[in-house]
């Protein structure tokens, strides 16, 4: 059973197909393949729209640490292969929703450490794990452990 997200990932495969949009093909392709994956893994988990969002975020950060270490190499921002990934992340960007920023991030951590009570800097990772417990999916961890500490 697909989800709702998966159905709109399919409806933009054909505009892309029709549309000759080989970025967003790619982009799509390599999504849908990483979702059947987890569909059909040893473990396998249920499939929401939430989980194919992970795949989403998690493609994209992906491809951005190759962008990364290809120019570390010596690589040209203008190189097909970096395009190309620039290309489906930016593609990819709008089925993602945004993830609070550094100031909003600040407020949550700040009500969940007030609300459980926590002050000792040596909880810091109890009170990261507070924060995305409730917040995943609105929250960048990278932000929350930045801004716990």
């Known amino acids: 059973m697909s989800t709702a997200l998966e159905n709109e990932l399919t409806e933009q495969l054909k505009v892309c197909m029709k549309g000759g949009d080989?970025?967003?093909?790619?982009?799509?392709?390599?999504?849908?393949?990483?979702?059947?994956?987890?569909?059909?893994?040893?473990?396998?988990?249920e499939i929401t729209d939430d989980v194919v969002v992970d795949v989403i975020?998690?493609?994209?950060?992906?491809?951005?640490?190759?962008?990364?270490?290809l120019k570390?190499?010596?690589?040209?921002?203008?190189?097909?292969?970096i395009v190309q990934m620039r290309g489906e992340i930016s593609y990819l960007d709008r089925f993602v929703p945004k993830?609070?920023?550094?100031?909003?991030t600040a407020a949550i951590v700040d009500a969940v450490l007030a609300a459980h009570g926590i002050t000792d800097p040596k909880m810091a990772g109890k009170a990261?794990?507070?924060?995305?417990?409730?917040?995943?999916?609105?929250v960048d961890s990278a932000v929350v452990a930045k801004v716990v500490k």
């Not at 093909?25 to 999504?31: D, G, K, Q, T």
């Open 22 to 45: 080989k970025v967003g093909l790619a982009a799509i392709r390599m999504v849908r393949t990483k979702v059947m994956e987890k569909r059909t893994a040893k473990n396998a988990v």
């Open 57 to 69: 975020r998690n493609y994209c950060k992906v491809l951005q640490g190759s962008i990364e270490e």
């Open 72 to 81: 570390a190499g010596g690589a040209s921002d203008d190189e097909d292969n």
């Open 99 to 104: 993830l609070a920023d550094e100031a909003e």
């Open 128 to 138: 990261t794990g507070l924060v995305m417990k409730d917040y995943k999916g609105k």
